[in-house]
């Protein structure tokens, strides 16, 4: 399924900051925005699986998109925050550097992911979307949560 479409349609998204990146995700995949809170570590989950979070009675899997990206570690600050997300039936929670705003942009901004050799988080990338002066990167939620 693409994300880019031609209708004139809005899209609403979240957008939240790596490093010195701004991406963004459908708001209809994102439950919650929390507060980085104690992570219970799993044993034998690959290294990005940060462990598990009780939110609210369930627990869910925590995943750094720092790590799954490929991106060098970093502490967390005031700023960081878990992006609680839903994809089919499962519920994940994506550790970001800060959750920054929602924003409505047509479909028809989204350009289709550019060419671009050697970048480590491209397979994970749905679209670009050219927003103001702002250049944001649209998420494959699908394929971030695959190896789950």
């Given at each position: 399924?693409?994300?880019?479409?031609?209708?004139?349609?809005?899209?609403?998204?979240?957008?939240?900051?790596?490093?010195?990146?701004?991406y963004a995700l459908p708001v209809h995949q994102v439950s919650s925005i929390e507060k980085m809170e104690h992570i219970t570590r799993v044993p034998k989950t690959p290294g990005f699986v940060k462990g598990v979070l009780n939110l609210r009675g369930i627990v869910t899997p925590i995943i750094d998109l720092r790590s799954r990206f490929g991106l060098a570690d970093s502490e967390s600050t005031e700023s960081t925050r878990i992006i609680i997300v839903g994809l089919d039936d499962k519920e994940v929670g994506l550790i970001v550097d800060a959750a920054n705003d929602v924003l409505d942009v047509p479909t028809n901004a989204i350009e289709p992911t550019p060419e671009v050799v050697g970048v480590i988080e491209a397979?994970?990338?749905?679209?670009?979307?050219?927003?103001?002066?702002?250049?944001?990167?649209?998420?494959?939620l699908d394929k971030i949560l695959h190896a789950l």
């Open positions: 399924m693409s994300l880019v479409t031609t209708d004139t349609d809005n899209l609403k998204l979240i957008v939240f900051q790596l490093v010195d990146k701004e397979e994970y990338i749905g679209g670009v979307i050219k927003h103001e002066k702002r250049l944001l990167i649209l998420l494959h």
